[in-house]
């Protein structure tokens, strides 16, 4: 049964990727080019890594998590507000030669993003090398999480050990122009959560799917390539999923957008406990589904006080 394909978390999901600071920008009227524009600006921690790994801690799954930040303020803050949250963060590393990765986005006056700049320089510090230097913590694991902000080395490598310690891989494509890079690693994921843009990038096809019928045949062409659950978010349209033994969809929790930043990450999160709590997956996607309104929601990337319960009388 694809609910019993993770084991219950009884060892700390491992969380390897992006950790940064997010400046969000909401403009209060329409976006004008070549001028300043009125809006709402709002700092606050990020990084797709980071942002699951968050969520998972106060949903009450322990977390160990991998990342390199720059050796400067941000940086520091950051890692001290997720291991005050409860994450290992011994095997974090801090850059010499890079600043804290750093996102830049602005949205229109409905919530919806207009443009995203992200400066991830400091990842390629995250070498093979340093990975082998943490085995221990493949083998520690219940569950890995990355994202696809890692070089593509880096990525080979993590797959590599975690196909040696069984490991079930789940992963983030991140952005359209990141998302390829998982394509050579499709075959040995349990599962990946790709919006309608990523998703056509996975599948190899020049538009993409803009109705449930298209995600749905999209999911069903990650699974044929080997992804165990293949789940596509369409924003205000919902979630559609596969897996080789069911597919289906599940409509969103009606919600007033203030800002769509990290959403999909808690959508990940949210599934991901289902999963390892056995949760079938129906279930665990409509946790997903949730979670994500809720973030979606609130102006900053990760609900502070998220938790079982505030996802279930979301559903109510």
């Known amino acids: 049964m694809m609910n019993d394909m993770i084991e219950a978390p009884d060892f700390p999901v491992l969380v390897i990727g992006a950790a940064g600071w997010d400046m969000v920008g909401k403009v209060k009227s329409s976006l004008l ?35 390199v930040v720059g050796n400067d ?30 996102y830049l986005a602005v949205l229109d006056g409905e919530g ?8 991830m320089r400091v990842l390629s510090e995250l070498t093979p090398d ?10 520690q694991a219940s569950l890995l999480f990355l994202d696809a902000n890692l070089p593509q080395k880096t990525l080979r490598t993590i ?22 890079k998982l394509i050579p690693y499709l075959p040995y994921l349990r599962l990946t959560v790709p919006n309608s843009g990523e998703a056509s990038v996975l599948c190899n096809r020049k538009f993409a799917p803009s109705t449930r019928r298209e995600a749905i045949n999209a999911a069903k062409c990650m699974v044929s390539q080997g992804v165990e659950i293949a789940v596509i978010t369409m924003a205000e349209l919902g979630v559609c999923y596969a897996t080789s033994e069911t597919s289906g969809f599940v409509p969103p929790v009606r919600t007033e957008i203030i800002d769509p930043t990290g959403a999909g990450d808690a959508l990940t999160a949210a599934v991901l406990f289902g999963l390892l ?15 994500a309104s809720l973030t979606l929601a609130y102006r900053g990337a990760v609900v502070p006080d998220l938790s079982l319960e505030k996802i279930y009388d979301q559903l109510a």
Request: hydrophobic content about 40%; some cysteine; overall charge negative.
């Open 159 to 180: 797959v590599s050990i975690a196909k040696r310690a069984r490991l079930p891989i789940c992963a983030d494509p991140t952005s359209e122009l990141l998302a390829h």
């Open 112 to 119: 919806r993003l207009e443009y995203g700049l992200d400066d």
């Open 73 to 102: 303020e941000w940086g520091g803050r950051l890692i001290k507000a997720i291991a005050d949250a409860g994450a290992n963060v011994d095997a974090v590393m801090y850059s010499r030669h890079y600043p804290t990765g750093s």
């Open 33 to 67: 080019p070549h001028t300043s524009n009125p809006s709402q600006i709002r700092l606050s921690f990020g990084g797709a890594a980071r942002n699951v790994a968050e969520n998972l801690l106060h949903l009450g799954t322990p977390v160990n998590m991998l990342t």
């Open 277 to 291: 709590n056995q949760m079938p997956i129906d279930d665990a996607m409509r946790l997903g589904v949730a979670a």
């Open 130 to 139: 340093y990975i082998h230097e943490h085995e221990e913590l493949f083998e």
